[in-house]
């Protein structure tokens, strides 16, 4: 019988993310509105109007696209001891962050924010910003090297996860 979990969880915005995606939304606006009103200055140049134009077009939609950056998601996956963490921006573009066997790992447990981390520590976060409940899991990677992923497992990804620990890291919980 195989091990699978799924999870899907959002990451909740603070202050300073939604500041930010209202400067860069006003800002967005500005230089659209300010790039379609001096193209508008140029009709007698119809070739400089219509390159106004289109710079405005493009910053218009670059607006868009970055400000619908700014959502996230990040999906846990686990199958027979293997756990995948992707993250979703915009609902709509997927990018694999990292794939890592349990029985590899070298630390695991809850999660604060007193905890060291080495310098040569690549720390991943794929949590929803809420730190009560945030878990830590280290492990060596060929492509960061040591690393440390902090995230926030429902009670089926941990009871898997649990599973799948090796046996000095499932006695230590």
């Known amino acids: ?9 959002k990451k909740n915005e603070t202050s300073s ?44 939609y670059g607006t868009y696209y970055f400000v619908q950056g700014t959502y996230v998601e ?23 962050m990292l794939s890592t066997n349990i029985r590899q790992l070298t630390d695991f447990g809850k999660y604060n924010d007193g905890m060291e981390e080495t310098d040569d520590m690549t720390v991943i976060m ?14 060596t990677d060929e492509s960061v090297g040591h690393a440390r992923l902090i995230f926030v497992p429902d009670e089926k990804m941990l009871e898997n996860i649990m599973k799948f620990l090796p046996a000095k890291l499932r006695a230590k919980q």
């Open 1 to 9: 019988m195989d091990n699978f979990a799924e999870q899907l969880v």
């Open 74 to 96: 990040y999906e846990y996956t686990f199958t027979n001891g293997e756990l995948d963490v992707d993250k979703i921006i915009a609902k709509k573009k997927r990018r694999e």
């Open 17 to 60: 993310d939604k500041m930010r995606r209202t400067v860069m939304l006003i800002v967005g606006i500005l230089f659209t509105v300010a790039l379609a009103l001096l193209s508008m200055l140029q009709l007698r140049q119809p070739l400089l109007s219509m390159l106004g134009l289109l710079l405005a077009a493009a910053a218009g």
């Open 126 to 139: 794929a949590t929803d910003n809420i730190a009560s409940h945030e878990y830590y899991a280290d492990f």
